[in-house]
């Protein structure tokens, strides 16, 4: 049968773990941008803090600083989620029922839903990831966050816990989102309860990861679905093609033009300041640094990917990697 996966590698372990190490170095002192404060409980993250990790489809690890702190997963879990439920109600029918074309619109945008006559998003903006987190497989809250907890716990490779401050605080505070599901709602364009759905979509987004947690979780999807440790296919194959095609046109909301322009590959931010990149066939990269730019995305995360895709030769339209010292 023919491979659905990406081939090619990263350079050598020496220029991978070198490269890691200077990201972390060069980027680490500088200062621009704003931690989240809209969900009080992300307001008091360190700005300092700064993790990279990589990891490569073979299951080899290289981190630079805070790799290991922990923070809410937010909407880096987009991705995932979108996965599971394509894996659960195939991808076309996924694609029928959620939109696959960015809004250009900030990622909370309530316009999303109203922007287009059947009101279709896509699974990367709040509006397309609660009408997703709807279709869960389950008849209750209780069985979708099962499915959505195991399923993200498979991602990574260990079981993943709630991080029940930051979820009080957003549930205290997510008024928003709230409005976002009851105009799906009235769109048709929801599939459980939307207050149950919202609740549930805001559980996902404060799952506890590290950097070290998305390295991996970002190599399954770089390779074809099969986490590179515990070798488990977490999803199909093609499940994984169109995962990285929505995170392409809109992982990181209206600035996901220019990060294609400069990166050059599949990428999603949070707003508690991780960030993934993808790089198909070789390897998952993930940041931690909450200091974010205007549209929500991590500055350090985003210079870190732009650096490391350069000179790691990862840009999937054209790429010159760096060569061994
Ligand atoms: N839970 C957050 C929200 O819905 C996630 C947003 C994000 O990370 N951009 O507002």
């Known amino acids: 049968m023919e491979s659905w996966i990406s081939t090619g590698h990263l350079p050598n372990e020496a220029v991978v773990r070198q490269l890691v190490a200077e990201a972390h170095q060069r980027y680490g002192p500088r200062r621009e941008g704003k931690v989240a404060r809209y969900i009080p409980a992300l307001a008091s993250a360190n700005p300092a803090d700064f993790g990279i990790a990589v990891a490569s489809t073979q299951g080899q690890l290289f981190e630079a600083g805070e790799a290991h702190q922990p923070f809410s997963i937010q909407s880096i879990s987009k991705p995932f989620l979108f996965a599971l439920i394509c894996q659960a109600i195939g991808e076309r029918e996924a694609r029928q029922k959620l939109g696959v074309n960015s809004t250009g619109l900030p990622f909370n945008s309530v316009q999303a839903v109203e922007r287009a006559e059947d009101g279709l998003s896509n699974p990367m903006v709040n509006a397309g990831a609660i009408a997703a987190t709807s279709l869960a497989p389950g008849d209750t809250a209780e069985a979708k966050w099962a499915f959505i907890q195991e399923g993200f716990s498979r991602f990574a490779g260990r079981p993943l816990a709630l991080d029940g401050e930051v979820y009080a605080s957003e549930v205290a505070t997510n008024r928003r989102n709230l409005g976002i599901a009851t105009l799906l709602e009235e769109q048709e364009g ?136």
């Not at 996902?204 to 986490?227: I, K, W, Y």
């Not at 707003?271 to 909450?290: C, D, E, H, R, W």
């Open 190 to 325: 929801i599939w459980f309860d939307p207050e149950a759905t919202t609740d549930l979509y805001t559980r996902q987004c404060a799952l506890s990861v590290t950097s070290h947690d998305l390295a991996l979780m970002a190599a399954t999807l770089a390779n074809g679905g099969r986490h590179p440790l515990s070798g488990e296919q977490v999803v199909e194959p093609p499940i994984c093609q169109v995962v990285l095609a929505v995170m392409v046109t809109a992982g990181l909301y209206e600035t996901s033009g220019d990060w294609i322009y400069d990166i050059g590959l599949p990428g999603k931010s949070g707003v508690s300041g991780g960030m993934i990149t993808v790089a198909p066939g070789k390897g998952g990269l993930a940041t931690y640094s909450p200091p974010l730019d205007g549209a929500g995305n991590s500055v350090r995360g985003q210079l870190t990917a732009s650096f490391l895709s350069e000179r790691l030769g990862l840009h999937l339209l054209a790429s010159r990697p760096a060569s061994p010292a």
